[in-house]
Nanobody, 127 residues
C-alpha cells in the first residue's frame, strides 16, 4: 500500500481559495488512481473529485464542479485539490485516497473502491 499525507487545510473566508496537497510514498505513485473525499461533522463521507493514474481523466462531484479542480504531478508523487469560491458548506475534513490501477483513463467515485487513505486535513470556511 501507499502512504498518504494531506496538507494545506486551514481556515479560509467564504469566497476564498485553498489548495490541498496529498503526498504519497511507499509505492509507484504513478500507478495509483487518486481521489478526494470529505466528511463534515455528523455527515457521511462524501466524494469530491477523482483522477486517473495518468492524469488524463478527472471527475468532480456535481456540487463542486466549476469550483474544485483535481490534478496530479507524478514526478512529485503528489495530487492536488484546488478549491475556489469556497462556501460555508465546504467545511469538512478532506481525505485523499489511492487505488492501485492499470487503467489509463479510469477514475473511481466510491470510497470502497480505494485501498489506502490519508489521515485527513481540516478545512474550515468562515463567513
Amino acid at each position: 500500500q501507499v502512504q498518504l499525507v494531506e496538507s494545506g487545510g486551514g481556515l479560509v473566508q467564504a469566497g476564498g481559495p485553498l489548495r490541498l496537497s496529498c503526498a504519497a510514498s511507499g509505492r509507484t505513485f504513478s500507478k495509483y488512481a487518486m481521489g478526494w473525499f470529505r466528511q463534515a461533522p455528523g455527515k457521511e463521507r462524501e466524494f469530491a473529485a477523482a483522477i486517473s493514474w495518468s492524469g488524463a481523466s478527472t471527475y468532480v462531484a456535481d456540487s463542486m464542479k466549476g469550483r474544485f479542480t483535481i490534478s496530479r504531478d507524478n514526478a512529485k508523487n503528489t495530487v492536488y485539490l484546488q478549491m475556489n469560491s469556497l462556501k460555508l458548506e465546504d467545511t469538512a475534513v478532506y481525505y485523499c485516497a489511492a487505488r492501485s490501477d492499470i487503467m489509463y483513463n479510469a477514475y473511481y467515485v466510491k470510497a470502497a473502491q480505494y485501498d489506502s487513505w490519508g489521515q485527513g486535513t481540516q478545512v474550515t470556511v468562515s463567513s
